[in-house]
């Protein structure tokens, strides 16, 4: 199993950048897979960025292409998503999520594991 930390949330006005960063518990095998996922107040959740294929591979929602970047860096065990050119559309709880295997795109349904949440807010 895969314990996930986020942090690096916080406000930002518009415009403005943040990083986030999550750190992940060892076994490697669970967190093949490694996404963020946001859910703004009244929203559903919904995927944001995807790495995986030993981080040779990465998906978008189209809402953050150009604007996002998801990376890794697997000797800290940890994922980041900088966020740049930030818009009040942005504003959410992001997740980090891990899984052993997935299909592509930024699905929920593909995710096992879960962190706890960080806010970003954008005004």
């Known amino acids: 199993h895969v314990q996930l930390v986020e942090s690096g949330g916080g406000s930002v006005q518009t415009g403005g950048s943040l990083s986030l960063s999550c750190r992940a518990s060892k076994n490697a095998y669970f967190r093949r897979c490694m996404a963020w996922f946001r859910q703004a107040p009244g929203k559903e959740r919904e995927g944001v960025a995807a790495i995986y294929g030993g981080g040779g591979s990465t998906d978008y929602a189209d809402s953050v292409k150009g604007r996002f970047t998801i990376s890794q860096d697997n000797a800290k065990n940890t994922l980041y998503l900088q966020m740049n050119s930030l818009k009040p559309g942005d504003t959410a709880i992001y997740y980090c999520?891990?899984?052993?295997?997935?299909?592509?795109?930024?699905?929920?349904?593909?995710?096992?594991?879960w962190g706890q949440g960080t806010q970003v807010t954008v005004s």
């Open positions: 999520a891990a899984a052993p295997s997935c299909s592509g795109g930024v699905h929920r349904g593909d995710y096992n594991y």
